[in-house]
């Protein structure tokens, strides 16, 4: 699986759009990269998942550059409960087997006021 | 609420006895998994069932022993534990081994080795 790499935390204020973002300079052809959002004491909870270019939902966005050797977490106008770690996973399924992430540092967001 | 369900939320044990962790999941999913996280460590994935079929990591000591009896349920036992096993365990399901199947993670189950 390939290593990402993303900063230990970062620190916004309310209102503002955080981007946050993580390098995977192994990235396999397979892979797809997917984020995570863990609150302390909870289990993590998907975000969003993207190939290449450009992904949205309700939630985030994903821009992937068209070497996918990076990807960038885009958090609008984020409020104090975005408080959290954002985990970039990059992953494939092994050949005849269950899906296996594997979880680095994270991102340890923090929104003040 | 994310239909993954683990019992009890708050463990406490001394080393010689012997415990399990519940994680039952709503969701129909086909695979399930635990993951440890201890304090300041990232996520440590212990183990994979797909469609009851485990695949292990060697690196988790014999003294965790997981059972997957359906595709909805799955334990994880505990016994001799040492104080560094104290740690937040998580079960999580997905629907298949799919490269886009998200996982959908349980509250946790807070343990504590005394």
């Known amino acids: 699986l390939a290593k990402t790499t993303q900063p230990i935390s970062m620190d916004s204020y309310e209102g503002q759009e955080v981007n946050i973002t993580c390098s995977h300079n192994?990235?396999?052809?397979?892979?797809?990269i997917t984020w995570y959002q863990q609150f302390p004491s909870q289990g993590p909870r998907f975000i969003i998942q993207?190939?290449?270019t450009k992904v949205t939902n309700e939630v985030a966005s994903l821009f992937i550059p068209a070497d996918r050797k990076s990807s960038t977490l885009s958090l609008p106008r984020v409020s104090l409960s975005d408080t959290a770690v954002y985990y970039c996973?990059?992953?494939?399924?092994?050949?005849?087997?269950?899906?296996?992430?594997?979880f680095g540092s994270g991102t340890q967001l923090t929104v003040l006021p | 609420e994310t239909g993954v369900t683990q019992t009890p939320r708050h463990l406490v044990m001394g080393m010689t006895n012997k415990k399990s962790l519940k994680c039952e999941q709503h969701?129909?999913?086909?695979?399930m998994y635990w993951y440890k996280q201890s304090a300041k460590k990232p996520l440590e994935l212990m183990f994979v069932y797909s469609l009851e079929e485990r695949v292990e990591n060697n690196s988790v000591p014999s003294r965790f022993s997981p059972e997957c009896p359906n595709s909805s349920h799955l334990f994880l036992h505990l016994h001799t534990l040492q104080p560094e096993d104290s740690a937040l365990y998580l079960c999580a399901s997905s629907q298949g081994g799919a490269v886009t199947d998200t996982q959908y993670f349980g509250p946790g189950t807070r343990l504590t080795v005394l």
């Open positions: 996973l990059v992953g494939d399924l092994p050949s005849g087997s269950a899906r296996q992430l594997t």
């Open positions: 993207g190939y290449k």
């Open positions: 192994n990235i396999a052809t397979n892979d797809y």
């Open positions: 969701l129909g999913h086909n695979a």
